[in-house]
């Protein structure tokens, strides 16, 4: 795995067989999770808030959000909450837009990507200096 040293890991929802094993490979990361849209019997919360040294971010799985036609609602919700960077799923594509203060982005997807591009997942860098988020091919 790429950016192991990573402080946190956040899972946006499918497949937490996954994240029960990403959980036992990493004891010592903070994983924070949402639940997605396919797992069924997860006790996870629909989406979170993180604060991370004073960048906050917000993040979901997406289903519920509407962001197949639009990522407005998410982008909102990053406002209501103050939240610099809005992370989301759901579509399995990647995304990335800047927009009134706010980082959108879409890891695209590990496992199953449905924008003809190779699977990925994103990294956040939150610097001094700012925001920096780029998709990682696998």
């Known amino acids: 795995m790429r950016n192991e040293d990573a402080p946190v890991f956040i899972f946006l929802g499918d497949g937490e067989s996954d994240l029960d094993r990403m959980r036992k490979a990493y004891p010592d990361k903070t994983i924070l999770s949402v639940r997605g ?18 960048t906050k971010l917000f993040f979901t799985h997406g289903h519920n959000w509407g962001v197949k036609y639009t990522v407005e ?23 990335y837009e ?38 990682v091919e696998l």
């Open 73 to 95: 609602r998410v982008f909102y919700k990053a406002k209501e909450v103050d939240a610099q960077i809005a992370l989301f799923a759901h579509t399995h594509t990647r995304f």
């Open 98 to 135: 800047y927009f009134d203060g706010v980082h959108i982005l879409n890891p695209g997807s590990a496992a199953y990507p449905r924008d003809g591009k190779r699977p990925s997942y994103a990294f956040v860098d939150i610097t001094p200096r700012g925001i920096l988020c780029s998709h």
């Open 37 to 54: 849209n396919c797992d069924y019997s997860s006790t996870s919360k629909e989406d979170g808030v993180f604060d991370a040294e004073g």
